[in-house]
């Protein structure tokens, strides 16, 4: 039975904590796609190209995506002008 979303995010957590500080000098900025049933993790320069990475390799698994170096894979803010 495949993971549900909050359960995939717990547990690419501390895979993605445990790999960052060598992510962050080999890979600065980089996404990190971690497939936490078997603890894999997929590295690339954009989000779709980490999570299609992982999706090659578990098609019918969810993943959870981090970007190196950052709080949140991607930020959706508002600039006030």
Do not use: C
């Not at 495949?2 to 992510?23: D, N, T, Y």
């Not at 981090?66 to 959706?76: D, K």
Request: net charge negative; aromatic share 8%.
């Amino acid at each position: 039975m495949p993971l549900e979303l909050e359960q995939v995010a717990a547990e690419a957590r501390p895979i993605f904590e445990r790999i960052q500080p060598s992510l962050l000098s080999t890979d600065p900025n980089a996404f990190v796609a971690i497939e936490p049933e078997s603890g894999d993790h997929f590295v690339a320069q954009t989000l779709s190209e980490a999570a299609e990475k992982a999706r090659e390799r578990y098609a019918e698994r969810l993943v959870h995506t981090f970007r190196v170096g950052h709080p949140a894979a991607i930020h959706f803010g508002m600039q006030e002008r």
